[in-house]
């Protein structure tokens, strides 16, 4: 697919990913328009590629990650398949892993060997809770990270117990983290001419996005520990979570919108209540308060008609969408935030971009999700001293690997 010369057009990025960090960080530079070239690892690449909803035998998770990327897939255990990788590094501007510290430079692929043939390589770490520090050769996942970064704890209702989220968001927060990091690294080198060793920690990019419960805590001198608070933020009301006669709704005004408030859901008698007089009454009295205006919800036949009004006056305000509702959102069609990818076997299959809008520069997903080893030769073939005879020997000892389906080349 020719979607126009994005940003990155003429980066080259080796992306050692699996799961969803890694790939997430080399997926938002391939929709930029590098060229990312996935290394897998032989026999059976990214244990994503198994991962359920499987479709025509396709992971939807490994489909959404890895779209737009070669695939050349090495047995790295094998001196000749770290040999390969130090031949693409020697070719590349960037280098994105997500193995567990220690896994790559244990096989002579750490950023100090790898810069030695390459001293403008940037190379990028994604791991639990980085490279140093007592807990740097831990394994961890997703739900690790949100637990130790506090953001579980405050997660789901008081008297419950901590909640994770509804999504993979420390992997993604890491992976959108990494992205930032090379592109700044992008811009330094384009200055200095020199790469950079890049390490990030998925539970350290969760606590940094912590900020009213952190800066609560640290602003008390250590003696505030934040809890849970369910539906209803504790500082401010109204600002929470309400049941209409057909769903959920977000509902927040402002401090100097509370007469606005009043007086937009019809109850201008709030405004003499003394457990609503002020702002701090409000919140001590949030759930009071809560049922007032469910009530005045409930009583339409939607939530369409009060939100609505809220609306009209400026108050922010919202439906609780669930998934499919969210993708098929006026807003989501209007912003084009899923693109169309024809793959094999499935068809024409929405996915989705990564959300940045250039003025001249195009976002887009460049092409489907590659099969496993599907670019070896394709990828070697540039590279100094692979013939198509040493290619064909090292697929032969089993150094790479190859499983392209036999109706996907007839697709194409």
Known sequence: MDSGEGLLSGIRVIELGQFIAGPR??????????????VELAPGGDLMRNYPPLRCEQSGVFMLENRGKQSICI???RPEGAEIVKALAANADVVIENFSP?????????????????????????????QTGPFANRPSNDRLALAMSGIMHLTGDPA??????????????????AFAAVCAALFGRSRTGRGQYIDISMMETLFHTLDLPLSTHLLSNGQVRPER???????????????????YVIISAFLHQWEIFARA?????LLTDPRFSTAPQRA????????????????????????????EHRVISGPVLDVAQAAEHPQMKARQALQEVNQPGIGPLPLTVA???FSDAPVAIRGRTPALGEHNEAILSRLPGFTSERIAALTASGVLVKKVPEQWESAD
């Open 25 to 38: 960080a080399g997926r938002m530079m391939a929709d930029l328009g590098a060229e990312v070239i996935k």
């Open 75 to 77: 047995d790295l255990n």
């Open 284 to 311: 001590n009295n949030r759930l009071a308060l809560a049922e007032i205006i469910e009530d005045w919800l409930q009583s339409f036949p939607t939530r369409d008609e009060p939100l609505a009004i809220l609306a």
């Open 229 to 247: 608070c369910g539906v209803h933020n504790p500082t401010t009301a109204p600002t929470g979570t309400f049941k209409a006669r057909d769903g």
């Open 160 to 177: 419950g117990p901590p909640m994770p989220i509804g999504t993979s968001m420390a992997d993604s927060t890491a992976g959108v983290h």
């Open 355 to 357: 959300p940045m809008r």
């Open 265 to 269: 859901i019809g109850k201008p008698e």
């Open 102 to 130: 220690g896994v790559l430079p244990r096989r002579g692929l750490g950023y100090e060997e790898l810069s030695r043939q390459n001293p403008g390589l940037i190379m990028c770490s994604v791991s639990g809770f980085g």
